[in-house]
T-cell receptor, first 114, second 116 residues
Framework: AQKVTQAQTEISVVEKEDVTLDCVYETRDTTYYLFWYKQPPSGELVFLIRRNSFDEQNEISGRYSWNFQKSTSSFNFTITASQVVDSAVYFCALSGYNNNDMRFGAGTRLTVKP | GAGVSQSPRYKVAKRGQDVALRCDPISGHVSLFWYQQALGQGPEFLTYFQNEAQLDKSGLPSDRFFAERPEGSVSTLKIQRTQQEDSAVYLC??????????????FGNGTRLTVT
């Protein structure tokens, strides 16, 4: 069975602070994919990143960075110098080779205050 | 627009009514998914189409839920005899490749269904 745990329900930071959103996953598959999506108040889930299980290289995209550690089954997401526009619910997701078994975590609501 | 379009944006139904939710995926996208998102939760998979074929409906919670995609583009999720526990946001997503090729999903804004 596949499972995604986002232990942080809500996080509140002040603008310009760095913040890390945690994601821990469980799977028996050897090939799997990990995702992060952002859900702003408008409701649409916005794709941020996809990593496959064979690529443990960390990735940086502007103020966003992702730390994939297979040894601890974690795929954490860090926002550097947070901005008010980063306020949203962030979901970590896991899927196998096929999209139709994608599992989402419960989400972390991030509030960035000015 | 170029994104996934869902309508209506909001739907209020009285318990026992039937509802139909529409999803217009990105043009040319082969795969279409429906998810149910309860308040404060992550999306839960309902069903999956590859073109017009419904390949996986394992997530549909009961036989009151029915989805179709007759021409391989627009999809409709129908809920018969709605109950209060059906209240949720229903999200539609599409992706270009067929199943077997993992790719990011493109989501619509969802339909918020409230059953009173």
């Amino acid at each position: 069975a596949q499972k995604v745990t986002q232990a942080q329900t809500e996080i509140s930071v002040v603008e310009k602070e760095d913040v890390t959103l945690d994601c821990v996953y469980e799977t028996r598959d050897t090939t799997y994919y990990l995702f992060w999506y952002k859900q702003p108040p408008s409701g649409e889930l916005v794709f941020l990143i996809r990593r496959n299980s064979f690529d443990e290289q960390n990735e940086i995209s502007g103020r966003y960075s992702w730390n994939f550690q297979k040894s601890t089954s974690s795929f954490n997401f860090t926002i550097t110098a947070s901005q008010v526009v980063d306020s949203a619910v962030y979901f970590c997701a896991l899927s196998g080779y096929n999209n139709n078994d994608m599992r989402f975590g419960a989400g972390t609501r991030l509030t960035v205050k000015p | 627009g170029a994104g996934v379009s869902q309508s209506p944006r909001y739907k209020v139904a009285k318990r026992g009514q039937d509802v139909a939710l529409r999803c217009d995926p990105i043009s040319g996208h082969v795969s279409l998914f429906w998810y149910q998102q309860a308040l404060g939760q992550g999306p839960e998979f309902l069903t999956y189409f590859q073109n017009e074929a419904q390949l996986d409906k394992s997530g549909l919670p009961s036989d009151r839920f029915f989805a179709e995609r007759p021409e391989g583009s627009v999809s409709t999720l129908k809920i018969q005899r709605t109950q209060q526990e059906d209240s949720a946001v229903y999200l539609c997503a599409s992706s270009l490749p067929p199943t077997g090729v993992n790719s990011p999903l493109h989501f619509g804004n969802g339909t918020r269904l409230t059953v009173t």
